[in-house]
């Protein structure tokens, strides 16, 4: 029932590891983004997916990769752990097509990644 | 660009007290605005928004939010709070289109009794 649902909610592991967050929704929205959330609660976009097209890709470091295998689900795969790469990662979804984008987004619960 | 302000990064408030947390915004075209709120360690919900029509928007919680378009903002008001809205709040702009929400640092509200 969950519309955005994302797993893992709680990742702790060690640096220099890779690691992958994994992101559905049913909502049947067109657009998935990832957002990243900082221990000082600021959120800041890292990417954005249109029906699998990657539409933004914000200054992030290329040890980040989404995969978007369908225009439901949004993968962030992360090489190489590091230590300022702990944070909250939130999943989110929204229609932009069909002239109904009013950039609402739906987020998941987010997943917290501890990088030791 | 958009960007938006939020003066206040935390809010503390007697129960029952009324509240306003500040909000302004900057973009050089039509906005669409939102405000979400993050209960400790939980996602972000919608509060509210203002897409059109109307500049007073109100929440299903008595909440309700004002665009003000001359003085570019959209604070957040509730006239009597209770423990339970301790909380994040963020305002956020978007201008539609591909562009994403633009969040501001986000508000702490800390209810006390």
């Known amino acids: 029932d969950t519309a955005v649902s994302q797993t893992p909610k709680y990742l702790v592991t060690q640096m220099g590891n890779d690691k992958s967050i994994k992101c559905e929704q049913n909502l049947g929205h067109d657009t998935m983004y990832w957002y990243k959330q900082d221990s000082k609660k600021f959120l800041k976009i890292m990417f954005s997916y249109n029906n699998k097209e990657l539409i933004i890709n914000e200054t992030v470091p290329n040890r980040f990769s989404p995969k978007s295998p369908d225009k439901a689900h949004l993968n962030l795969h992360i090489n190489s752990l590091e230590l300022g790469d702990s944070a909250v990662y939130f999943c989110a979804s929204s229609q932009v097509g069909r002239g109904s984008n009013t950039g609402e987004l739906f987020f998941g619960e987010g997943s917290r990644l501890t990088v030791l | 660009a958009q960007s938006v302000t939020q003066l206040d990064s935390q809010v503390p408030v007697f129960e029952e007290a009324p509240v306003e947390l500040r909000c302004n915004y900057s973009?050089?075209?039509?906005?669409?605005l939102f405000w979400y709120v993050q209960y400790p360690n939980q996602g972000l919900q919608l509060l509210l928004k203002?897409?059109?029509?109307?500049?007073l928007v109100e929440s299903i919680n008595g909440f309700e939010a004002e665009f003000n378009k001359s003085q570019t903002s959209f604070h957040l008001r509730k006239p009597s709070v209770h423990i339970s809205d301790t909380a994040e709040y963020f305002c956020a702009v978007s201008d539609g289109g591909y562009s994403t929400l633009t969040f501001g640092k986000g508000t702490m509200l800390l209810v006390s009794p």
């Open positions: 203002y897409l059109s029509g109307s500049t």
């Open positions: 973009s050089s075209v039509s906005v669409y």
